[in-house]
T-cell receptor, first 117, second 118 residues
Framework: GAVVSQHPSRVICKSGTSVKIECRSL??????MFWYRQFPKKSLMLMAT?????????EQGVEKDKFLINHASLTLSTLTVTSAHPEDSSFYICSAALGASPNYEQFFGPGTRLTVL | AQSVAQPEDQVNVAEGNPLTVKCTYSVSGNPYLFWYVQYPNRGLQFLLKYITGDNLVKGSYGFEAEFNKSQTSFHLKKPSALVSDSALYFCAVRDLQDSGAGSYQLTFGKGTKLSVIP
């Protein structure tokens, strides 16, 4: 099946620093990738939809200047948390879409645990 | 707007007994329905999906789900639970009718924690 990887799996950083998370589709090309945030014992909250070669579409309430998304190739999307604060600590999950809209399937990465001290 | 409801935060079942995890949905058009499982500190793993065809869908690890259009439900079932089935289960829906939002987004339920007791 289609595989999506995320790197790093776990990161601890100091408040005020920036952290980059990579999401890769390993065996397929993904025009569209999605970034989710998951709080403890909560569902996944869609942060943004990332389209290759164009600007990401952010969900209401998500600061685009704080959560920078770059989808520079058909197999790689990155999420950069800028000037991280403790409240940004969370589990971040990406997914990549395989197939044409609206019947595409989403394959999820293993997630990245971010802890901001 | 599309939505998913998982009415149970937690389901407890004895090993070997049948299990059901409930899901109901709301969409404007036709639904594309999914079940995912999440183990601690892991991403989501796909279990099964329904888009059209037979209302009973069989998926990974012996799980199945039944699409019921009149009740707008898509409950997840397994005839005999295993301790290793203990995890967090998410139901998700995509509305196949374009609402104008553009991306045919996947909407998740809040999740149901399944505990299988030995």
């Amino acid at each position: 099946g289609a595989v999506v990887s995320q790197h790093p799996s776990r990161v601890i950083c100091k408040s005020g620093t920036s952290v980059k998370i990579e999401c890769r589709s390993l065996d397929f090309q993904a025009t569209t990738m999605f970034w989710y945030r998951q709080f403890p014992k909560k569902s996944l909250m869609l942060m943004a939809t990332s389209n290759e070669g164009s600007k990401a579409t952010y969900e209401q309430g998500v600061e685009k200047d704080k959560f920078l998304i770059n989808h520079a190739s058909l197999t790689l999307s990155t999420l950069t948390v800028t000037s991280a604060h403790p409240e940004d600590s969370s589990f971040y999950i990406c997914s990549a879409a395989l197939g044409a809209s609206p019947n595409y399937e989403q394959f999820f990465g293993p997630g990245t645990r971010l802890t901001v001290l | 707007a599309q939505s998913v409801a998982q009415p149970e935060d937690q389901v407890n079942v004895a090993e070997g007994n049948p299990l059901t995890v409930k899901c109901t949905y709301s969409v404007s058009g036709n639904p594309y329905l999914f079940w995912y499982v999440q183990y601690p500190n892991r991403g989501l793993q796909f279990l099964l999906k329904y888009i059209t065809g037979d209302n009973l869908v069989k998926g990974s690890y012996g799980f199945e789900a039944e699409f019921n259009k009149s009740q707008t439900s898509f409950h997840l079932k397994k005839p005999s639970a295993l301790v290793s089935d203990s995890a967090l289960y998410f139901c998700a829906v995509r509305d196949l009718q374009d609402s104008g939002a553009g991306s045919y987004q996947l909407t998740f339920g809040k999740g149901t924690k399944l505990s299988v007791i030995p």
